[in-house]
């Protein structure tokens, strides 16, 4: 069965004070990595790095359901409902770590929002204003949202998927609190209690905007139940039955956990780019076989592979430009710009590692085109535009630099963004451009320019039991 584009990465609303380092993408290459990656590991993204945030996703459309039963069906209550208890849950992971260190210290690593609430630790409360911005998209829900719908275990309104009543009671009877899921007042459980007072406190933030004091017991039941660096068994076995539902996630975790002392090794020596790309041509691609699944991952890692060099050297030459334009006051003529023999010969090394990336590119496309599992045009189309440009790039250092300017342009009008080098009878950097230091010309070479979420189901895995290492990411 073809991939269909419900398979792809779903557009978020942007809050540039959390974008991911990839995320400036000044040549527009990044959507289609992005593409490939989704083939890989369905619904993941670069921000998920804790396995029980899914855990956490059903407790807090749970309790929204909750909130909202009580409030006499107010669906406009819903998602602040949500948010007021993912900010209790985040200052309560903050304050039973500041109180007890030695004893929740491990629960705070990629937490989103901690450091925010940790500032708001003197009794301040965590509201809207001093949290997150754009927190719907950035908090813990919202960093997990996408494969917490792909798994059902939510649904597109964050509403309680079909898969989340399972999930519930296994986390429940691993956490001891049995009854989360029994009716308001009709149940005595120790769930019951729990789930009661996380209700009520969250509709006392949203209704009365009461914050509780620092005494409060939610701030332990919160924590004690939810942290995310502690998952139970049957917890575990629920999420990773959910996880690998997908034929192709399955058969890349199996993977992964295979070549684990790969990932180990790579990532103790390089950056994430190296790393991923050393796990995926030389641990997962040997382990592949020759059944529909393997054959397509086995695709997907060539096309990958491809792409990646051949957008890296793109995206070296446009550096190589902001490079040479730093060391003139940032403005200059094409002339004298390209005339400079030390960005000349940069240049050319680069034009001429283009150029061997075009056979690649065409066998490429023929792999894709006959790879049954795919949507062949949404995945040969990109690759084919790529293809022209780079067979214009070659043909000389000029044709280089204009290519990669032009590009650029035409990626910056389809984002409304100014360009970064105003290209016209002087070529112009524009202030604000703080990625190239003017001290050496930047080489990309023997890494992927873009994230394909090996560290993530790295780190994930890890949650789950399934591997046992540290995963370590620019966050920290």
Not at 145 to 155: F, G, M, P, S
Not at 219 to 230: K, V, Y
Not at 258 to 270: C, P
Request: with cysteine.
């Amino acid at each position: 069965m073809p991939l269909t584009a419900a398979w792809l990465p779903i557009a978020t609303p942007l809050d540039p004070a959390e974008e991911p380092p990839g995320s400036l993408d000044p040549l527009g290459t990044l959507n289609y990595a992005e593409r490939l990656a989704e083939v890989l590991l369905p619904a993941f993204t670069v921000r998920m790095w804790r396995a029980r945030l899914l855990t956490f996703a059903v407790v807090a459309a749970t309790v929204a359901d909750r909130a909202v039963a009580r409030m006499e069906g107010r669906e406009d209550i819903r998602l602040e409902a949500r948010l007021a208890f993912e900010r209790l849950f985040v200052s309560a992971m903050v304050r039973v770590s500041a109180k007890e260190p030695e004893k929740y210290g491990g629960a705070l690593p990629r937490l989103p929002g901690r450091d925010l609430a940790n500032r708001a630790l003197a009794g301040e409360p965590l509201t809207p204003a001093n949290f997150l911005k754009g927190q719907a998209v950035n908090g813990p829900f919202g960093v997990i949202a996408r494969l917490a719908r792909q798994v059902e275990l939510v649904d597109a309104d964050g509403c309680v998927g079909r898969n989340a009543t399972s999930l519930l009671i296994a986390w429940s009877e691993d956490e001891q609190i049995s009854g989360v899921l029994d009716e308001d007042g009709a149940s005595t459980r120790a769930g019951a209690g729990w789930m009661n007072d996380a209700v009520k406190t969250t509709i006392a933030c949203v209704s009365k905007r009461e914050w509780p004091g620092a005494s409060h017991r939610i701030w332990e039941q919160l924590a004690m139940h939810l942290r995310p660096d502690q998952i139970g068994l049957k917890e575990r076995r629920a999420l990773l039955q959910m996880l690998e539902v997908q034929p192709v996630r399955r058969r890349l975790f199996c993977i992964l956990k295979n070549r684990a002392d790969l990932f180990l090794e790579t990532s103790q020596l390089s950056d994430r780019g190296r790393v991923e790309r050393a796990v995926l041509l030389d641990g997962v691609r040997p382990e592949l076989g020759k059944d529909p699944v393997d054959c397509l991952i086995a695709d997907v890692i060539a096309a990958a592979d491809t792409y990646e060099q051949t957008t890296s050297l793109l995206q070296q030459a446009f550096d190589g430009l902001i490079w040479s334009l730093k060391n003139r006051g940032g403005r200059a003529t094409p002339k004298a710009v390209l005339s400079d023999e030390r960005l000349c010969k940069y240049l050319e090394r680069t034009r001429l590692a283009l150029s061997k990336t075009v056979p690649r590119l065409c066998q490429t496309m023929n792999l894709l085109r006959n790879q049954p599992l795919l949507d062949s045009a949404g995945f040969v189309e990109p690759l084919a535009r790529l293809h022209e440009e780079v067979v214009s790039a070659e043909r000389s250092e000029a044709s280089l630099a204009q290519v990669v300017l032009s590009r650029h342009g035409r990626v910056q009008r389809e984002k409304a963004k100014a360009p970064w080098i105003e290209s016209e009878a002087y070529w112009t950097l524009m202030p604000g451009e703080n990625r190239i230091s003017g001290d050496a010309l930047p080489v990309w070479s023997d890494k992927y320019l873009h994230p394909f979420k090996i560290s993530n189901a790295y780190a994930i895995l890890r949650d789950l039991g399934r591997v046992r290492l540290e995963v370590q990411d620019a966050e920290e």
